[in-house]
């Protein structure tokens, strides 16, 4: 297979797109950091970019536009007007979109998730909102791979594997318009991860920690090719950074590994 | 120039961890008959517009960006 293309998109407040590019580039693909400017024309023609361009489109946690107005709300909006028809179609040729932490909220404020009705939905239909506690969450979680095999961007890993992979952040709890929201993406297959205790049991607080309803913590869309999900992988590619590396930890790869290779492998040659 | 003051405000039975903790910490500076405390948003926005279409302006700026519909409502006052 040629070389996988990755967008890494940030704009002003963005913060996590150096590990999220560098964690592409240890499972062999091609990333690149790209301002959304770049995108939208605003930039000298030399540095401008098309998103058709790339095989997947990453988006990076941090405080894109400070969280104003809402988490992800400003991204989302400017990646709408800016480029959302060509995202649109991105998204319908079947090219992986993955969104962590912050970019699970812009993900969820574009419409892209859960988009039952349309790939991208003219208004959100979820929402990520403040964590139960009131607090922002960093922490060592636990998640466990529930996808039933819609979710392309997990094929990596199995199901019902446990993966540490670390949380931090302040707005996490998913939450949709009515009371049988969570059902309806167990249902369709829509949950992929969920947040369990070291057991792979279910857990209250602190395991899951933002009270999301039925302990998601991540999401896929009804085609399977854009993954949401709050915790993040990208900061545990190697052992040195698992929760656990100190007390018995013997692989080499830190647990995101499988969820970033998985990302690449979903790229249809 | 219209002025239109646009209220964000959590809907019901949404969780305000915001208002529940300032609430607490009113009530531990000695404050007494507090019954509730609710954090709301509000944009005060200036339109190049008659009264009646900065509304609606105003209104389509919270369906596009403002609200999400699943957290939080809106209402949009013309001063």
Do not use: Q
């Given at each position: 297979m040629s070389e996988v293309r990755v967008c890494v998109l940030r704009i002003e407040g963005t913060n996590c797109e150096d590990e999220m590019a560098e964690a592409f580039r240890m499972c062999g693909a091609a990333p690149e950091k790209v301002h959304l400017n770049q995108m939208s024309g605003k930039a000298p023609p030399e540095l401008r970019r098309s998103i058709e361009d790339y095989d997947i489109l990453a988006l990076p946690g941090g405080f894109s536009a400070?969280?104003?107005?809402?988490?992800g709300a400003i991204f989302g909006a400017r990646i709408k007007s800016s480029m959302g028809r060509q995202l649109r179609d991105f998204v319908d040729s079947e090219k992986p979109v993955f969104g962590v932490c912050n970019g699970f909220q812009i993900l969820v404020e574009l419409g892209l998730l859960p988009a039952a009705k349309e790939t991208m939905e003219p208004s959100p239909t979820a929402a990520l909102y403040n964590n139960d506690s009131g607090r922002f969450e960093c922490r060592p979680t636990i998640l466990r791979n529930d996808s039933r095999g819609r979710c392309r961007l997990v094929s990596q890993v199995p199901s019902g594997r446990t993966l540490a992979i670390p949380s931090a952040h302040a707005e996490g709890r998913l939450l949709g318009m009515d009371e049988d929201f969570a059902d309806r993406l167990e249902d369709n297959d829509q949950v992929v991860f969920r947040y369990v205790g070291p057991e792979g049991e279910k857990a209250g607080y602190p395991w899951n920690p933002n009270g999301s309803k039925s302990d998601i913590a991540g999401i896929c869309n009804p085609a399977g090719n854009v993954l949401g999900m709050m915790p993040h992988p990208e900061r545990v590619m190697t052992r040195f950074t698992h929760a656990d590396w100190t007390r018995g930890y013997t692989s080499e790869d830190g647990d995101g590994k499988e969820i970033i290779m998985s990302v690449v492998k979903a790229v249809k040659s | 120039m219209t002025v239109v003051d646009v209220r964000i405000e959590l809907k019901k039975g949404v969780a305000d961890p915001e208002g529940s903790n300032t609430k607490k910490t009113l009530e531990s500076l000695g404050f007494k008959g507090i019954d509730s405390v609710r954090t709301v948003k509000v944009f005060e926005i200036t339109l190049d517009a008659p009264a009646e279409e900065a509304k609606k302006h105003a209104e389509e700026m919270c369906r596009q960006l403002l609200a999400n519909p699943v957290i939080q409502k809106y209402s949009v006052v013309v001063r």
């Open positions: 400070g969280d104003y107005v809402r988490a | -």
